[in-house]
């Protein structure tokens, strides 16, 4: 029983936590130091994701602009067709009075 007591005491000892406590800080440092080193790459892979999604929305957009049917008019319709008679009347009127 007394070499157990011996023994806890010898683990226990000032120098050898010290001695352990060193030990622990250097590994941390190492690993510290070596992480960066050991992990891949990621941002190329994302890059390379980011430009095949890029170029398939582009893909998209282009096939679903040319599914669809035109939308610019080839002769002025509606509202704005009125408005531009109702002002060339108008003018005319004025150039008569003029006279």
């Known amino acids: 029983m007394v070499a157990v007591f011996e023994l806890a005491e010898s683990m226990f000892n000032l120098e050898n936590i010290v001695m ?3 030990a622990v800080a250097a590994f941390a440092t190492i690993l510290t130091l070596t992480g960066p080193l050991l992990s891949t790459d990621k941002l ?4 390379k994701y980011v430009s095949t999604e890029r170029e398939a929305m582009r893909a998209r957009a282009r096939e679903s602009l040319s599914q669809e049917k035109t939308r610019l008019r080839h002769t002025p319709k509606g509202f704005m067709k009125e408005v531009v008679e ?5 003018r005319a009127r004025e150039c008569r009075r003029a006279r």
């Open 20 to 22: 352990l406590l060193t």
């Open 44 to 47: 190329s892979t994302r890059m």
């Open 86 to 90: 109702k002002f060339t009347s108008g």
